[in-house]
């Protein structure tokens, strides 16, 4: 089983606002229902969205997208913390045999993209995969089971990082053919690039 992890738990510094709830395309949908909606259509049965012990705005968003809310209470530790806390979850209430990871501000996946990642990551030495277009890779990335405690012990300053480097045999870049896997928007104007209209 695979489960998926949004982490949203960032402070939204550069952008002013929550990023997680940003409006979406359409100007209805959100960034974090987006993600949900495309990693359940996709067909991952586990959703959690990690967010900061005091967000309720993002914990009524999560519960009424019934997705799982899994609280970080110590987030300012950096993207790490929030990785391990939904990993927790993942394996621990729901023996999942591997993660998707998507960050929250990288909001033009798709669940195609997402499907496309995941049938890779059947059998072999392969324990990472990254989502990549046109030979760059970005988000969002499959951990499987076998480096699991080496995401809980990793450097929190390099976070994780540190594990997809430790060994570049495990770890697989998966052309999905879209774009959107290398879009991040933590900025108004990352916001006015990848929708043509101010926030």
Known sequence: MIAAIILAAGRSSRMGRSKALLPHLDGKTTFVAH???ELRAAGLPVILVVGRHDDDALRAAV???QAEFVSNPDPDRGQLSSL???LDVADHTYRAE???VLPVDVPLVTAAGIRTLCSRAAG????ILR????GRHGHPVLFTREVFNELRHADPELGARSVVR???SRVVDVE??????LVDVDTPDDYRRAFGRPV
Do not use: C, K
């Open 98 to 100: 591997a993660v998707v």
């Open 166 to 168: 430790a060994d570049p």
């Open 63 to 65: 519960v009424e997208l």
């Open 124 to 127: 072999g030495r392969v324990f």
């Open 176 to 181: 999905v053919g879209e774009p959107g896997v």
């Open 35 to 37: 993600a949900v909606r």
């Open 84 to 86: 391990v806390a939904g």
């Open 131 to 134: 989502s990549a277009s046109g």
